[in-house]
């Protein structure tokens, strides 16, 4: 069954630096999506990307978040100079039209030191 | 825009007792909603989903959810409750159709199975 399959499961970086976070979405799907969860809080949406660009984002998508999809099958969400505060597990999704849900990968969890 | 409310935050039930997590939305259009479970330091696992059609919807693990328009609701039960089903719960919602599916949670209900 296809999947979305996100790397590393866990990183740890110092704060300051740089973080990419991959994620292979299934290879059909047009919609792609972070969201992020920060220890013991719910899930929330940091942005969508479709055709190229950014469609929607929330107003936690600041300007040192950004996303790429490099190539045809990855997604990135890059962190530009990391804070403590953006420790969270980071979840990617994809979805196309035909689904009636995204699918959600298993998750980055991110820890900033 | 839409929104989903989780009554509580922590539900303990004995195993073998009924599980109910209570889940009300607000959307302006006609919804898609959904049950995720959790597992401690894990990825979000769909219990079950309401898109169209029959109201009363089954999922895994014995889950089911009925969707009540009048209500605004979309409740999660499960006849009796096992110790794995120990686990956060979060209730999420998403506009029908188009492809375009963000979607939105509710802030979590952490099930306590006691023995």
């Known amino acids: 069954e296809p999947e979305v399959t996100q790397t590393p499961s866990h990183q740890v970086t110092q704060m300051g630096q740089e973080v990419i976070l991959r994620c292979v979405p299934i290879?059909?799907?047009?919609?792609f999506y972070w969201y992020r969860q920060i220890l013991g809080q719910k899930v929330e949406f940091l942005v969508s990307?479709?055709?190229?660009?950014?469609?929607?984002k929330s107003e936690i998508f600041d300007d040192q978040f950004s996303v790429e999809r490099p190539d045809g099958s990855n997604f990135t969400l890059k962190i530009r100079s990391t804070k403590l505060e953006d420790s969270a597990m980071y979840f990617c999704?994809?979805?196309?039209?035909?689904?009636?849900?995204?699918?959600f990968g298993q998750g980055t969890r991110l820890t900033v030191v | 825009a839409q929104s989903v409310t989780q009554l509580g935050s922590h539900v303990s039930v004995s195993e073998g007792a009924l599980v109910l997590l209570r889940c009300n939305y607000s959307s302006s259009v006609p919804p898609y909603l959904f049950w995720y479970v959790q597992y401690p330091n894990q990825g979000l696992q769909l219990l079950l989903k309401?898109?169209?059609?029959?109201?009363l919807v089954k999922g895994i693990n014995g889950f089911e959810a009925e969707f009540k328009k009048s209500e605004t609701s979309f409740h999660l039960t499960k006849p009796s409750a096992h110790m794995s089903d120990a686990a956060e719960y979060f209730c999420?919602?998403?506009?029908?159709?188009?492809?375009?599916?963000?979607?939105?949670f509710g802030t979590g209900t952490k099930l306590q199975v006691i023995p």
């Open positions: 309401y898109t169209t059609g029959a109201t």
């Open positions: 999420a919602v998403s506009d029908q159709g188009g492809g375009y599916q963000k979607v939105t």
């Open positions: 999704a994809s979805g196309t039209s035909g689904n009636t849900e995204a699918f």
């Open positions: 990307f479709y055709n190229n660009e950014i469609s929607e």
């Open positions: 290879s059909n799907h047009l919609y």
